[in-house]
């Protein structure tokens, strides 16, 4: 499926960790998409089972009452089963090939790419979107390289797919992403971490419209 690169513009990753007491994951999602942002990926590695399924579940129908695209991270089978908008797949995960065949033409895959060769492969493969990072280094991922600025500008020239810049993103440094050629980034604590994510949102918002604008 064709991404609109306007869906790619915020892209929240989500992190269950900084929930507090009895809030529900949905809850703090919703409050995300009151503000603008523009795609949601289900990623709760610590989650399984029944939990898993009933989580994404309630994620995925605050995602469509505001008409934003809902993904899983990696798990392709439920994605499909759930009838998600699509999945994200890393290089260790399963083939982008395979995922377009499972999900089929109508919905959206995404692909990691840490350099052009892996970024055109992805293009080629299919995939809806790239996810190219650490641009900052993660807290979320420990095994996370770090991807250098000049890598990532020359994977945006390189291919015509949406790219989102991931990895460390905050309110304090997403300003040094300007000009670096993606059309959006993915974040996580950036905004599931804050106290109001509402502003948090708000505020990348205006930051990645100067990202993509210069």
């Avoid at 709760?44 to 934003?68: F, N, P, S, T, W």
Wanted: charged content about 25%; hydrophobic content about 45%.
């Amino acid at each position: 499926m064709i991404l609109d690169k306007k869906w790619i513009r915020l892209y929240l990753v989500t992190d269950r960790t900084w929930l507090r007491e009895g809030e529900p994951l949905s809850h703090r999602v919703e409050l995300a998409l009151q503000a603008g942002a523009t795609m949601v990926q289900y990623r709760e590695k610590h989650l399984k089972g029944d939990a898993y399924i009933e989580e994404a579940r309630e994620v995925q129908a605050v995602c469509r009452r505001y008409g934003v695209p809902f993904l899983l991270n990696d798990n392709v089978e439920l994605a499909r089963e759930l009838d998600a908008d699509g999945v994200h797949v890393g290089l260790e995960d399963m083939a982008v090939e395979k995922a377009v065949s499972i999900l089929g033409p109508d919905k959206l895959v995404g692909a990691s790419a840490h350099n052009v060769e892996e970024a055109l492969a992805a293009q080629r493969s299919g995939a809806s979107y790239l996810g190219c990072g650490a641009v900052f280094g993660s807290s979320t991922k420990t095994n996370a390289s770090f991807l250098e600025r000049k890598i990532l500008e020359d994977i945006c020239r390189a291919v015509h797919i949406p790219v989102a810049a991931i990895g460390g993103i905050t309110a304090e440094n997403i300003h040094e992403l300007y000009g670096c050629g993606a059309d959006g980034v993915a974040v996580v604590s950036a905004v599931f971490a804050r106290e109001d994510p509402r502003e948090a949102v708000k505020f990348l918002l205006t930051e990645v419209s100067r990202l993509c604008c210069l």
